[in-house]
C-alpha cells in the first residue's frame, strides 16, 4: 500500500466520523462524491496529468427547436398530463370498490358466523331432544328387541 492510498483510507475514515458526529449536516452521497473527486484528482496529479474540473453541464442541442416541434411537445406533455391523471383517477376507484368490497366481505363473514352458532345451538337442541325421547320410548325400546331376536 502506498502513500497515497493510506492518505485516502485516513480521509475515508476521518469522513465517516464527521459524518456521523454532525447528521444531517453532510449527507453520504455528497461525502462519497467529494472521495471521488479528490481520489480523480490525486491519480492524475501522481500521473503528472492537469487538474481536471468538475462542473455539471447540461446536454447542449445542435438545433434551434422549431414551432412545431414546441407544438408537438405541448400536447404530448398535455396527453401525458390527462392519461396520468385518468390513472390516478382510476387507481383511486379501484382502491375504492376493493375497500366496499372488503367492508361486504367482512359484515357478510360476520352474519354467517352467527348464523352457524345458531345452527350448532340447534343442532345440540335437537340432538338433547332425541336422547331424552330415545331413553323413555317404549317403541325404541320394543323395535330393538325385535331386532335381535
Not at 376507484?93 to 367492508?103: F, G, M, W
Request: contains cysteine; proline residues 3%; positive net charge.
Amino acid at each position: 500500500m502506498n502513500r497515497e492510498e493510506s492518505n485516502n483510507i485516513v480521509s475515508t475514515v476521518r469522513i465517516k466520523k464527521e459524518s456521523q458526529s454532525n447528521p444531517g449536516d453532510v449527507t453520504y452521497t455528497s461525502l462519497i462524491k467529494d472521495e471521488l473527486k479528490s481520489a480523480i484528482k490525486s491519480r492524475r496529479v501522481s500521473r503528472g496529468l492537469p487538474d481536471v474540473k468538475f462542473e455539471p453541464t447540461s446536454p447542449a442541442r445542435d438545433y434551434e427547436v422549431t414551432e412545431e416541434e414546441e407544438k408537438r411537445r405541448k400536447l404530448r406533455r398535455e396527453r401525458n398530463r390527462l392519461a396520468a391523471y385518468k390513472c390516478r383517477r382510476k387507481k383511486k376507484y379501484k382502491e375504492k370498490q376493493i375497500i366496499e368490497e372488503h367492508t361486504t366481505q367482512i359484515e357478510l363473514n360476520k352474519k354467517l358466523k352467527e348464523e352457524k352458532d345458531l345452527l350448532e345451538k340447534e343442532r345440540e337442541r335437537l340432538t338433547t331432544i332425541w336422547r331424552n325421547h330415545s331413553v323413555e320410548c317404549s317403541l325404541h325400546k320394543t323395535s330393538a328387541k325385535m331386532t335381535r331376536t
